[in-house]
């Protein structure tokens, strides 16, 4: 491996290598172990999926892509169906700079032969990254607990004030049933199961609110994507990336789309310019006659091909800005997403 002494990590934690080539796998975990880093290697995606789901989870997962059985692709998507899987951070290690490598929705990508320093660069940005995500989960879930009680805190005042009005109006009925010494004996059995639920539920009120601390509720509306490619692994790639911040779907064509916009309409499109059946261009222009707000909305998608290349000169001036060139990052692919939608709003 090129590179040489890289400086040690103070981070501690477990790494999953997953990787075909024993010298490569051999490497890179004899590297994560002399930095602390505990290390699971796996010599396939497969084999790399399964200790996922049965082992302790990793914090780190350092991924090849070409592998025979189950590559890195269809590991990657394996893992993002995956929900308790999904936030692993991946850092993909391959020959492989391809633009369909680069679009795999990686959270780091270093190219074999890998740089020592560079590899630990990385691995150092992703486990501080793990961290703060951690905490803000952590956070998270602790404002769901006080928003909970801030309901419950809403709720115990007057929920008291009409237990205690239902206790003595229950009371005063079982007094006047026993009064008249009519035979209402399970009559009198159900009020008093009836005043045993209210005082339980008050006591519950009580606790919950005593113990929780109240927050002011944060919302916000979501935006609708749609994303149209013909290859899968790509559309499900930037499906994974899209859909924690937006309502996304995808279809593999032009033509799935257009019976898709019949019923829906989405906030942005975001079409791979060249494809097989329709192109993307194609498609705007067929959508400005039927869908003229919807074909205004595009996000077009360009591969380094020369098809592609070919395609984009066709483009309408006013729309060369909604390009995005493949390979992009995932972060790229989030910021081009935001600024339409902010200037389309």
Not at 41 to 62: F, K, T
Request: glycine letters at 6%; aromatic letters at 4%; hydrophobic letters at 40%.
């Amino acid at each position: 491996m090129a590179g040489g002494g890289p400086e040690r990590t103070p981070y501690r934690g477990l790494a999953l290598v997953v990787d075909d080539d024993d010298f490569s796998r051999d490497a890179l975990s004899m590297l994560l172990r002399g930095q602390g880093l505990r290390v699971e290697a796996r010599a396939s995606g497969r084999e790399g999926l399964a200790y996922l789901h049965r082992g302790p989870p990793p914090d780190l997962i350092v991924l090849d892509l070409v592998m025979p059985d189950m590559d890195g692709w269809e590991f990657r998507l394996a893992q993002m169906r995956d929900a308790e899987l999904a936030s692993i951070p991946v850092l993909v290690v391959s020959a492989d700079q391809s633009a369909k490598a680069q679009a795999l929705n990686a959270d780091a990508y270093v190219p074999k032969p890998v740089d020592g320093r560079r590899l630990l660069a990385s691995i150092r940005a992703l486990l501080e990254r793990k961290s703060r995500r951690d905490q803000s989960v952590a956070e998270a879930q602790m404002q769901q607990i006080r928003w909970l009680g801030y309901l419950a805190e809403e709720l115990a005042t007057p929920l008291k004030r009409s237990t205690s009005s239902m206790q003595v109006r229950l009371q005063m009925a079982i007094e006047r049933l026993q009064a008249c010494g009519h035979d209402a004996g399970d009559l009198q059995d159900v009020l008093r199961k009836a005043m045993s639920a209210v005082s339980h539920t008050e006591l519950l009120l009580t606790r919950f609110s005593e113990n929780c601390e109240p927050l002011d509720p944060v919302t916000g509306a979501r935006a609708s994507l749609l994303v149209i490619d013909d290859d899968a692994t790509l559309r499900e790639a930037q499906l994974n990336v899209l859909r924690d911040d937006y309502d996304v779907v995808g279809v593999a064509s032009g033509p799935q789309a257009v019976e898709l916009l019949r019923s829906c309409s989405f906030d942005l499109i975001i079409c791979r310019l060249c494809m097989a059946e329709v192109s993307g261009l194609k498609l705007a222009q067929a959508l400005a006659r039927t869908h003229p707000e919807q074909a205004k909305r595009f996000l077009y998608v360009v591969d380094e091909s020369s098809a592609d290349a070919s395609e984009a000169d066709g483009l309408p001036v006013s729309t060369r800005g909604n390009v995005l060139q493949r390979p992009f990052s995932t972060e790229q692919l989030r910021e081009a997403v935001r600024t339409r939608l902010e200037n389309w709003h």
